[in-house]
């Protein structure tokens, strides 16, 4: 398994300067285009990785799925359906979606940047330290590594250039969609993109939601399976931003990309993936994690489809 991850990444080599680092912060501007790294979690926990596997990246979008799956933790589905909705944006992730006279919570998608401050909002906490501290912890307990922390650096540039996300918690205000005060659900937001992760991390949260709730190894259910549902099914019609279609025709699999460069890609009840590098396509997709995992699919016959 690991000589064809190295084939696979050797033959995706070929795009990986193709694609540009996500420029809307300097720090994420210094990206590596020369990085590429794979993680692999089979269905009996076993592991297989190649190329920069090691390397530390921000989370970004990838905390998406992580935050749906709490909210639905601390919530329900009921309540959740009510606040936000499923349907893709079809627009990129940081798109205003609304129209001159209404903002509807089915239009709110859990997997754009509107969604994920709005969900923000719906984490069970005293203060919005605790709301994040406990993402940070459920981040941590998916991926069995009690290390992972924050980029305090990305944090900081996120916060000070993010007023795009600003305009868009302010949206949500302005509609009634978000009772808090908007600096303290955007900082909650922006440390959540901030989360620093290896793809080691991404292929064991993938492994847990491919698993239906169910640590690797020892089993243990973090979640009940309806919930990993749910999340999967949106991570097939929009995890991927407006690329969701062409992932799905692709590569076949749940997964959720980020402009750190990262994909958790989930086959479910198979395995969890977790791939890196940094440069993206233009719709905020890393190009040659996509490449890669294109060719997993096709060779190990991975699409749920
Ligand atoms: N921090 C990014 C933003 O909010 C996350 C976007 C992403 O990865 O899609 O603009």
Redesign the pocket.
Known sequence: MEALLEEILDNASQYKKLGKPAS?IPELAKGDVNDLGIYVISSNGQAFRAGDYKKQFTI??VVKPILLLLVLMDNGIDEVRSRIGVEATGKP??AINVTDQTLLSQHINPMV?MGAIAMCSLIKGKDYNERFERLLELTRKLAGNPNIHLDEAVYLS?KRT?NK?RALAFMLKSYGMLDDDVEDVLDCYFKA?SISVTCKDLARIAYVFASRGKLPISDERVFPAELARFVNAVLVTCGMYDGSGDFAVRVGVPAKS???GGIMAVVPTRMGIGIFSPGLDEK?NSLAGTKALEELSHRMYLSIF
């Open positions: 809307y970004q979008s992730f940081d940047n996120e993010g996300n993109c980020g402009v750190g905020g």
